[in-house]
């Protein structure tokens, strides 16, 4: 091949060993960079209680990102990491629609580490997906007989503070509590657990930073050019490197166009 790896390896005894290969294509796997909060963390009462208690009482983080919360609902049976209560999902995107859906599939399941879930907000201004892999969703809503389990709460959150209580209370960008309840009774919402699905921070040029030659960025994307579909130019499918047309830069990290519907026609 014309490309070449260098791969480096950690030895026990705290020496590195390097070994270059020969391939003729890299693929690099490397994520798009940080989770992301989804609002200032700098100074926040957010902050605030990340810094002061990564957890609650049962283990499971007050404030996480999506994929702590991965982490944490994964964990096998019987595990102390349980949340308990109410729990508060803010963002939207396919960050909070598979994160719901995974609720929906342990709910569905059995899993007894959501036994003691009373309650979840979904906290959003954006549509959640009507795809029928996120069915789980609607089921969410009526789950044991009871209408309200899962609530959408069309508003934008700011910050995360602790009420007088010990619960976890939602702000909007005015510092106002943001209200939630059915059938009349409405309230400041008040969570055990916040979880933030809101994606992540772009990183791509130390991502790819392998790859790029100096003076290269992917995320102003002034050394890119679209890679469009032979049959439809205008329907953008990737990135390429404009100085190594051999690199290709696919999935969330280009800039594909998947939004505009007489496209996709």
């Known amino acids: ?152 709460v069309p508003a934008r959150v700011a910050d995360v503070r602790e009420s007088v209580t010990g619960k976890l209370e939602l702000l909007d960008a005015d510092g106002r509590p943001i209200e939630g309840g059915q059938n009349g009774s409405r309230g400041s919402i008040m969570a055990d657990h916040v979880i933030a699905a809101s994606g992540f921070r772009p990183q791509l040029d130390e991502v790819f930073a392998p790859l790029l030659a100096q003076g290269e960025s992917l995320d102003k994307r002034e050394n890119t050019a679209r890679v469009s579909l032979p049959s439809n130019p205008g329907f953008g499918i990737a990135d390429r490197l404009q100085n190594d047309p051999s690199v290709l830069v696919v999935g969330t990290a280009s800039r594909a166009d998947f939004k505009n519907p007489s496209k996709l026609a």
């Open 1 to 152: 091949g014309n490309k070449r790896v260098t791969l480096e390896f950690d030895t026990p005894n705290g020496e590195t060993i390097s070994s270059t290969l020969r391939t003729d294509s890299i693929v690099v796997a490397g994520g798009l960079g940080e989770p992301n909060f989804g609002i200032r963390l700098e100074g926040s009462a957010a902050q605030q209680i990340i810094d002061r208690q990564e957890s609650g009482v049962d283990g499971f983080p007050r404030i996480t990102d999506t994929i702590g919360a991965f982490e944490e609902l994964s964990r096998p049976e019987g595990s102390p990491s349980a949340p308990k209560g109410a729990i508060a999902i803010y963002g939207g995107g396919n960050s909070a629609d598979v994160l719901i859906e995974y609720l929906g599939r342990q709910f569905e399941s059995g899993n007894p580490n959501l036994n003691g879930i009373t309650k979840v907000y979904v906290v959003t201004n954006a549509p959640l997906s009507q795809r029928p892999r996120y069915a789980q969703i609607n089921d969410l809503k009526t789950r044991n007989g009871q209408p309200s389990f899962l609530e959408i």
